[in-house]
């Protein structure tokens, strides 16, 4: 079974559509994140929740919008996509926030391409 | 002065070397460090921990040095498949905000 999964694995859509990414653990942790790895493969945090609750907020435009309906699922809502959406979007989890052996768990990525 | 940065290579190594990577962060106040790799294509993974007194794994030998605020990765007897990029994370002080490095790509030739 895999740890954190996500969907879909490649997505090419327009500019201006709106698209999600889901994704979900089964390893019941109570934190998941969403990061977005760039065409210079800088990983870079968007987004974290704690057992449903927004802990991270990293300056993302308004356009992003995640939803935690429960503790093991967090989708990724994306508006009116733009050509700099163009990345490499990262589901993981962590048993909780930081801490030493805190290991994160990512899935296997989600390619979206704007064109 | 960016979180944590690294030198991202490429480092060209023939099988059998010994190559050492660095990663330095700005917030003192950082409080755990983490060394991931990534393959081509493919998610991070956790390589391993670092921890205060120096750790190893394995070929791997991970250090800590809190005073320059740098973390280092040894690998030893360098085999093909160490052939990646190496991730430096470090979780920021108060927030435990796991950021990553831009990574050191590794390439292992015969």
Redesign the interface.
Known sequence: DTAVSQTPKYLVTQMGNDKSIKCEQNLGHDTMYWYKQDSKKFLKIMFSYNNKELIINETVPNRFSPKSPDKAHLNLHINSLELGDSAVYFCASSQELGGVGNTIYFGEGSWLTVV | RKEVEQDPGPFNVPEGATVAFNCTYSNSAS??F?W?RQDCR?????LM?V?SSGNEDGRFTAQLNRASQYISLLIRDSKLSDSA?Y?C?V?RGG??????G??TSLIVHP
Not at chain 2, 42 to 46: D, G, R, S
Not at chain 2, 95 to 100: A, Q
Request: net charge positive; charged share 15%.
């Open positions: 409080q755990s983490f991931y493919k998610e991070p993974k956790l921990s921890y990029t991730l994370v979780t927030s435990y905000i796991p950021t990553f831009r990574g």
